[in-house]
C-alpha cells in the first residue's frame, strides 16, 4: 500500500490498471488490486447454497427468532448458522428446510407437550391445543407462563405473526388466519415464556 500527499482539491477513488485508489482517514491511499481467488468448486458451491437458504429462512423470522433468544450475544450469523446446521436438509441441490427442527426460541422452562391444531374452514380460525400440566418435580415453569404461538406463511415469508394464547394452564389458544393465509401453507410454532418475561422454553413446531 502506498500513500499519496493530499494536494489541493484532489482526491482519487476507484481503479486505474492494476492500482486502486481510496480515501481513508484524512489520507490519499493506494494499493494493488488483489483479484479474489473463487475456485468454485462443488463443495464451496453447496456451501454457498446451503448458507443461502439458511439466511432467507433467518431473514423472514429473524425478529421472532431474536425475540425468543433474549442473549444478546446471539445475532443474524449465530442463527444462521444454527439453521445451516440443524435445520438444511438433503444433498445439493436438492436442499430442503426441516421446519421442525428451526427453533423460534430457547430456555430452560419445560416446552409445550401433546400439542396439536384444528382449522376451522368456517370461522378461518385456527385452533392449538396443548397438554396444560407440570410434573410438579420434573418440569420447570409455571401455570402463568405465557403462550405464544409464531407463524409464517410461505407465500409471505417476513409477515411473521406472533399470538400471545393466554397461559400454560389454559391448554389451548384460537385466534384468525389473516386474509390470503392458507392453512397448509403456514408455520407454527409455540413456546412458553415466563410470567415476567425473563425465561422461555425451547419452541415446539406445530405439524398439521
Not at 462443488?42 to 432467507?56: C, D, I, W
Not at 446471539?74 to 446446521?85: A, M, Q, S
Not at 430457547?106 to 376451522?120: A, C, I, M, T
Request: with cysteine; net charge positive.
Amino acid at each position: 500500500m502506498g500513500i499519496l500527499k493530499k494536494r489541493k482539491g484532489a482526491v482519487l477513488s476507484g481503479k486505474m490498471g492494476e492500482i486502486v485508489f481510496f480515501w481513508r482517514r484524512g489520507k490519499q491511499l493506494f494499493r494493488s488490486r488483489v483479484v479474489p481467488h473463487n475456485p468454485k468448486t462443488p463443495a464451496q458451491t453447496a456451501h454457498r447454497e446451503k448458507f443461502g437458504l439458511a439466511s432467507q429462512i433467518v431473514s423472514g423470522l429473524f425478529d421472532a427468532m431474536k425475540h425468543g433468544h433474549p442473549d444478546p450475544a446471539i445475532g443474524f450469523g449465530t442463527l444462521c448458522g444454527r439453521v445451516y446446521h440443524q435445520a438444511i436438509i438433503g444433498e445439493y441441490p436438492h436442499l430442503a428446510v426441516d421446519y421442525s427442527k428451526v427453533q423460534l426460541a430457547e430456555g430452560p422452562l419445560s416446552p409445550p407437550r401433546d400439542v396439536r391444531l384444528h382449522w376451522n374452514r368456517f370461522t378461518r380460525e385456527v385452533r392449538i391445543t396443548w397438554n396444560g400440566a407440570l410434573a410438579a418435580d420434573a418440569e420447570e415453569g409455571s401455570p402463568t407462563d405465557q403462550a405464544s404461538v409464531v407463524c409464517q406463511n410461505n407465500l409471505f415469508p417476513r409477515n411473521v405473526r406472533t399470538h400471545l394464547g393466554g397461559r400454560r394452564s389454559t391448554g389451548e389458544t384460537t385466534f384468525p388466519l389473516p386474509t390470503g393465509w392458507d392453512p397448509g401453507d403456514t408455520h407454527y410454532w409455540l413456546y412458553f415464556t415466563s410470567h415476567d418475561g425473563t425465561q422461555h422454553s425451547g419452541s415446539v413446531y406445530v405439524f398439521q
